[in-house]
């Protein structure tokens, strides 16, 4: 394997890093905006209250799943 050859899959390994970091950057913003939209429904103290807890543990686990279906029914589709 020559010099180009070596640096270019290189390059595509920190792409496809970047790719996946930028990925879950916006799955955890999504999820925040969501989940906070449906679980917070005082002003914010230091604490969240227990049932926004319980939700904001809910929406989150229902987030993750769903994406982690979705993802699969689209690598089984390639």
């Known amino acids: ?17 970047e790719k996946e970091k930028a990925m879950v950057s916006e799955m955890v913003g999504k999820l925040t905006d969501v989940c906070w939209e449906k679980c917070i429904t005082s002003t914010p103290s230091t604490k969240f209250s227990s049932g926004e807890q319980t939700c904001l543990t809910n929406c989150a686990q229902r987030y993750i799943d769903m994406s982690a279906i979705t993802m699969k029914r689209f690598q089984s589709m390639h």
């Not at 394997?1 to 890093?17: H, K, P, T, W, Y």
């Open 1 to 17: 394997m020559d010099v180009n050859s070596a640096n270019s899959a290189e390059l595509q390994r920190f792409i496809e890093q």
